[in-house]
DNA sequence: AGAGACTAGGATGGGTCATA
DNA sequence: TATGACCCATCCTAGTCTCT
C-alpha cells in the first residue's frame, strides 16, 4: 500500500499542470462569457475546438514505481489545438525544445568548431496578422535563398531552428523571427543586419547573441530552446476580452494559412523522431491511481492494486 | 476512452538548370 | 558568378483508424 508521503509527491509532481489546468479555465470561463462579443462571429468549428480545449486534462490516470521513486501520466487527453490551448502549447514547447536541444548537443560533440547563436529578425508592424505573417514567410524564404550565395554573411550558418512570433500593440501586429544558428566561422552582426535590411522592408532591429560566452553553453541552449520554441503570446495567460479577440484573430489566421510556426533548415533539418525518455520497466511494481481536476484543484485516488 | 500508428495533403528546403 | 524559376524529396499538420 502507498504511504501518504509518496501520494504528496505525486502531488507535488503534478502541481505544475494544475496551474495550467487553472490558467486555461479561467480564459475559458471568459470565452463562454463572452460569446456574443468574441467568438459569434465564427463558424461551429472554434466552438468544436473550445469545447475539445475545455476538455483538455479533464483528468489522467498515474503511475508510482517505488523501486525508483518515479511518477509517470499515462491516459490523459489532450485536446493539441497548441494554438488555442495553454496546456498543449506548453506540452509542445517542453517536446520541441528537448528535441532541438538533444540534436544541438549531438552536433557540437561530433564537431568542436560549431558555434551556437541566436538571431532575432523583426518586420514593421502591420495593420493585420495575415499581412504580418504572408510577409514574415516571404522574407524567410528570401534568406534561405541569398544563403546559398558565398557573398553573403547568411551563406555562413550551417543549420538552424526557428520560430515565427507576434505581438500587438497599438502600432498593430508586429512579427518577429527567433533563430537558433549553428556555424563554424563567426558571424558579423552588421553584414547580417544589412543583407536582412536589404531583403526586408527595413527591418528596424536585429539582434544576435553568441552563447560561447555563457558559463554553461549546454544548459544556455537548453534554455534558448525552449525560449525559441515557446508558445506564442497568444496561446499565453491573458484572460480580458481584448487580448481573447487576438487569441482568437492569431488562432483563425493559423488555421485559415495552414501556418508552421516552427521551421528547420541545412544540419538541423529533420529531427530525431525518436522519444528521448527513459523508458521504464513496466514489470517493476507500481501503485496506479486516477487524478480528476474539481473545484480548482486535481483529487487524486489510489486505484486498487 | 485515450494513445499511438497510419495516412493524405499542404508547405518548404534545397538541388538543378537557364539566363544575365 | 549571381539569381530566379522550377521541381522533388522531405517535413509538418490534421484527421482517421486500431489497439489496449
Known sequence: MMHEKELTAVKDKFLPL?????????????LEKSKDEVISFE?????????????????????????????ERSNTFFCKNHHLCLICAQRRNVIKSNEWSNKINALLK?????????????????????????VLIKY??????????KKYEFNKI???????????????????IHMILLHTENL??????????????????????????????????????????????FSAQKNNIHELNLKIEFFIMCRKKHARLLFSGGL???????PNYEKIDL???????????????????????
Open 268 to 274: 538541423l533539418r529533420g529531427l530525431d523522431k525518436e
Open 188 to 233: 558579423n552582426s552588421l553584414k547580417l543586419h544589412r543583407e536582412w535590411g536589404k531583403i526586408s522592408d527595413a527591418a528596424h532591429y536585429i539582434e544576435l547573441i553568441d552563447t560561447k560566452s555563457s558559463e554553461n553553453q549546454l544548459t544556455y541552449i537548453k534554455n534558448l530552446c525552449k525560449y525559441v520554441s515557446k508558445p506564442s503570446q
Open 18 to 30: 494544475e496551474e495550467l489546468k487553472n490558467n486555461q479555465n479561467e480564459i475559458i470561463s471568459v
Open 110 to 134: 561530433v564537431n568542436k568548431l560549431l558555434q551556437v547563436s541566436h538571431l532575432i529578425l523583426t518586420i514593421k508592424n502591420k495593420k493585420n496578422i495575415d499581412e504580418a505573417y504572408e
Open 283 to 305: 514489470a517493476t511494481p507500481r501503485y496506479e491511481g486516477i487524478a480528476i481536476f474539481k473545484n480548482k484543484k486535481y483529487q487524486y485516488r489510489q486505484l486498487a492494486a
Open 140 to 149: 524567410k524564404g528570401k534568406i534561405t535563398k541569398i544563403a546559398r550565395s
Open 158 to 176: 550551417l543549420g538552424y531552428v526557428g520560430s515565427i512570433e507576434f505581438t500587438k500593440s497599438e502600432n498593430g501586429w508586429h512579427g518577429h
Open 43 to 71: 463558424h461551429a468549428y472554434l466552438r468544436n475546438c473550445i469545447d475539445k480545449t475545455k476538455k483538455c486534462a479533464e483528468y489522467f490516470k498515474w503511475s508510482y514505481y517505488p523501486l525508483s521513486n518515479k511518477t
